[in-house]
Antibody
């Protein structure tokens, strides 16, 4: 059974860098064909695709965040880490990670999400 | 970037009704479209992939169709658990993108 769980701070201050960790089980982030993506959802708003990393370290980013995103993976810990620099109030959102095999490109399943609030 | 536009933004219906939600892509995406539903406070779940394929475990009252730029999600015989928000997502071209969502409410 594939599961993913997000972890990280629930509150960050403006201008700080957010680091979120997605710990997965039921698959290896280093296995051929595997991808893990990050998606966020501001309160009451729509889903927004952020970033994706594949097993071969191919990385894709949303251009709307203008270079603030970095996605990496740690095969030994079976984790994917997303950092977002220069956080602002508009970045307040629930952040989800999700499994996406390259053979399909659909997000299934998703983690439960973690709410991050940006406030001084 | 490809923009995904859903309509309507919200719809009210009754148990047993049939509902159709549409999703339009700003450029052709072949059949690289998925539909998710999301209940309040929960993570989204995949319903339909490749525009018309039913995800394992999803009831057959859900169906999807379309190709290119225009897609539809149809829910027959609405059940109480179907009242949620629905999102389309294109995975044809990076950056991947979601529609703005359609909230399905009980009439």
């Amino acid at each position: 059974q594939i599961t993913l769980k997000e972890s990280g701070p629930t509150l960050v201050k403006p201008t700080q860098t957010l680091t979120l960790t997605c710990t997965v089980s039921g698959f290896s982030v280093g296995s051929r064909g595997v991808g893990v993506g990050w998606i966020r959802q501001p309160p009451g708003k729509a889903l927004e695709w952020l970033a994706l990393i594949y097993w071969d370290d191919d990385k894709r980013y949303s251009p709307s965040l203008k270079g603030r995103l970095t996605i990496t993976k740690d095969t030994s810990k079976n984790q994917v880490v997303l950092t977002i620099s220069n956080m602002g109030p508009v970045d307040t959102a629930t952040y989800y990670c999700a499994h996406t095999p390259i053979s399909t490109n659909w997000f299934v399943p998703w983690g439960q999400g973690t709410l991050v609030t940006v406030s001084s | 970037d490809i923009q995904m536009t859903q309509s309507p933004s919200s719809v009210s219906a009754s148990v047993g009704d049939r509902v159709t939600i549409t999703c339009r892509a700003s450029q052709g995406i072949s059949n690289r479209l998925a539909w998710y539903h999301q209940k309040a406070g929960k993570a989204p779940k995949l319903l339909i992939y490749a525009a018309s394929s039913l995800q394992t475990g999803v009831p057959s009252r859900f169906s999807g169709s379309g190709s290119g730029t225009d897609f539809t999600l149809t829910i027959n015989n609405l059940q109480p658990e179907d009242f949620a928000t629905y999102y389309c997502q294109q995975a044809n071209t990076f950056p991947w993108s979601f529609g703005q969502g359609t909230k399905l409410e009980i009439k």
